[in-house]
DNA sequence: CCTATATCGATACGCAACGTTGCTCACCCG
DNA sequence: CGGGTGAGCAACGTTGCGTATCGATATAGG
């Protein structure tokens, strides 16, 4: 769909990401518009319609350009510390208010665009989450996990309540709160008689 | 804040709020602005704004307003039975187009303003959550759940997991997605040795 | 029953952001 | 050296927001 990248301004492109990012934590979404993003960055509009499809994309692609590439969750050989590690850490992600802001925007477009949507869920979410169905699928083998267990439902355990106290702010995200999350996940995949 | 009420016109507010709806459930999310209701209801836009504060004011109340009173779950002795009520429900409306549509609306409107965040966390969905929180309490009180479990959590554990599948469309909303989500839950609460 | 006044529908306004278009310049490739 | 293409820049029309204003109307309160 874009024109021939070979004769992209890299500069640009840069420039465009990095100003994202600049906006977002500094002003939050209030603050990040296609406009704003362009006069940050000495850019024209047009330079990011040629090249991105609105302000999602953009946004999606700030954030996958410093992403971590430890999608692989550490193995210990004990889940429940494992498990609490990836919660304490999703936690403190969305009580950051940076990141949050990140989030905040990116939901909106998610909500808005479908295509996006599923951008966001495959370059973004899908690798988290699978990174936590495979350590899963470890500890099932060593018979820590119930063989019954549907593990695309337990990773959802794993992450939607913190979405769901995130979107309703409900309560506030506290390290206990992590822990007793952790606690309830393994409650539930845990063989009967352990 | 709003003007007296004592000259409002109920003739109006009801216009807005079936305009809203209708809107909604047609065009969904692109459909709605404050200008098409302010058309479809006959009514001037600063009638609208005079009564609520936005957009999402208005949908929250277009909700509020043929809203089921039944809060409370029904009691059958049977917690599995009861739980998977409420998760098949929940998962219903979710994979409902036009219930789908207006939750999308308030969603958006959520992650935007703070305020509307809390009376539609206190108006809508604190009724629902305590429904459960309460039906898990009785059940606690029969022995059917651990003493220990920490209930506010597990009524997120219950709701959380369809809000996350919901927003990154993940996989679809079937009834023995619904079950299974009510299984883990009972796993994770049923005391040792049951 | 009468009058003051608040709300009504309607319309116009300024603002902000969208997404598009046209211009000119610089660079790469043949 | 000339055609093509992306670059920055500016301007445009459109849309929706939220505010202001205008007679007309309905109602509260005497």
Redesign the pocket.
């Known amino acids: 769909m874009p024109?021939?990248p070979a004769?992209?301004?890299e500069r640009?492109r840069r420039a465009i990401l990095a100003a994202t990012q600049e906006l977002l934590t500094e002003s939050g979404y209030a603050g990040l518009?296609?406009?704003s993003i362009a006069a940050r960055a000495?850019?024209?509009?047009?330079?990011i319609?040629?090249?991105w499809r609105?302000?999602g994309a953009v946004v999606l692609e700030a954030i996958a350009e410093h992403l971590p590439e430890a999608t692989a969750l550490p193995d210990t050989g004990d889940l429940r510390a494992d498990l609490r590690g990836v919660v304490r850490a999703t936690v403190a992600e969305f009580a950051d208010t940076g990141a949050s802001a990140v989030t905040r925007t990116l939901t909106v477009e998610i909500l808005v665009d479908d295509e996006l949507a599923g951008e966001v869920r495959d370059r973004l979410l899908r690798p988290r989450l699978e990174g936590v169905r495979a350590r899963l699928e470890a500890a099932r083998a060593a018979g820590q996990v119930r063989a019954d267990a549907p593990l695309d439902q337990v990773v959802e355990l794993v992450f939607g309540p913190v979405y769901h106290r995130w979107l309703l702010r409900t309560s506030p995200f506290t390290e206990s709160y992590a822990d007793a999350l952790a606690k309830l996940v393994m409650t539930a995949v845990t063989p009967a008689g352990r």
Request: glycine content about 16%.
């Open positions: 024109p021939q004769r992209r301004s640009s518009t296609i406009e000495g850019v024209g509009k047009q330079t319609y040629r090249w609105g302000k």
